[in-house]
């Protein structure tokens, strides 16, 4: 498995790239370290990464309620990756679509 598995494009994430143009947001594998998501953003986008900062999140339990009974359950934990760009650099996750 790589270690970028995708872009978050939330509302929440894309105020933050229109405020600070040069932040992203991915998902990552949760055991990839701040070098080589760094190395996999800059080879599969052809840009510079200046900065990476990592957000681990735990998964949470939910609950709901049904005919049968409560049914109990669990998101599964994630980590995600913001990474600022060098001046100048953007990302278009729309050029191939």
């Known amino acids: 498995m790589g270690i970028i598995i995708k872009p978050i494009i939330t509302e929440k994430q894309t105020a933050i790239t229109e405020k600070m143009p040069t932040r992203y947001g991915f998902r990552v594998s949760p055991d990839a370290n701040k070098l080589q998501i ?15 900062n990592t957000i681990n999140y735990s998964g949470k339990r939910k609950s709901r309620y049904t005919k ?30």
Do not use: H, P, R
């Open 38 to 52: 760094k190395k996999a953003i800059e080879d599969m986008y052809n840009v510079t990464v200046e900065d990476v």
């Open 68 to 97: 049968s009974g409560i049914i109990t359950g669990k998101q599964a934990a994630y980590k995600k990756a913001i990474i600022t760009l060098k001046e100048g650099e953007t990302i278009d996750f729309f050029s191939n679509i």
